[in-house]
């Protein structure tokens, strides 16, 4: 069956600090990756995306993830974190062009100042 | 304009009241969608609109009636709402399963919060 697995429900961090939030999906011949963040109380924004080419993407607020194929995984990495990183992280996987993206179950980022 | 808006933002209504949540992009996305989220929960896909068309229901229950009046809009009708209906409802959009290449992103509104009493 296909599905995303978040294994780390939260995940506590100091303020400048590295950290990695871990995505594994179910394996695919064809699979378009994505990372959306939730700060409190508002919807969901798109932080990257993998789609096809460069397996490294990162983000305009330096975050990066990079797609591996034969670990099946998406981590989501950035080295040195600020409190207003502080949110829930969704990896989110589609198999298809037209098919639904599949959601994980999130990541609370929690940032200690 | 590379938004979607969700009006209103906060709801609250009783059990027997009729409300609608509204969604707009104006970014010329021809597939739309109606998501339920609960607290500390991911997403649940409930309805996608493809060219003004439904094409997918995932089993919700007929007190949530979606509606779409043009490319551009996105309702979705409450009627006899439950306690447990309680949650974000967000709307997205996104270009298309007709268009060319690969995967049409999502973009999603701020959501509704719903709570019913």
């Known amino acids: 069956a296909q599905s995303v697995t978040q294994l780390d429900s939260q995940v506590p961090v100091f303020e400048e600090a590295p950290v990695e939030l871990r995505c594994n999906y179910s394996?695919?011949?064809?699979?378009?990756l994505f990372w959306y963040v939730q700060y409190p109380n508002q919807g969901l924004q798109l932080l990257l995306k993998?789609?096809?080419?460069?397996?490294l993407v990162e983000s305009i607020n330096g975050f990066e993830a990079e797609f591996n194929k034969s670990q099946t995984s998406f981590h989501l990495r950035k080295p040195s974190v600020h409190i207003s990183d502080t949110a829930e992280y969704f990896c989110?996987?589609?198999?298809?062009?037209?098919?639904?993206?599949?959601f994980g179950s999130g990541t609370r980022l929690s940032i200690r100042p | 304009d590379t938004e979607v808006t969700q009006t209103p933002k906060h709801l609250v209504m009783g059990m027997t009241n009729k409300k609608s949540l509204k969604c707009e992009q104006h970014m010329g996305h021809r597939a739309m969608y109606w998501y339920k989220q609960k607290a500390k929960k991911p997403p649940e896909l409930m309805f996608v609109?493809?060219?003004?068309?439904?094409?997918i229901n995932e089993s919700v229950p007929s007190r949530f009636s979606p509606e779409c009046p043009n490319s551009s809009l996105l309702n979705l009708h409450l009627h006899a709402l439950q306690p447990e209906d309680s949650a974000l409802y967000l709307c997205a959009s996104s270009q298309g399963s007709r268009a060319s290449g690969g995967y049409n992103e999502q973009f999603f509104g701020p959501g509704t919060r719903l709570t019913v009493l």
């Open positions: 993998y789609l096809s080419g460069s397996t």
């Open positions: 394996s695919s011949v064809s699979v378009y």
């Open positions: 989110a996987v589609a198999y298809s062009s037209a098919s639904k993206i599949i």
């Open positions: 609109y493809s060219y003004e068309k439904l094409s």
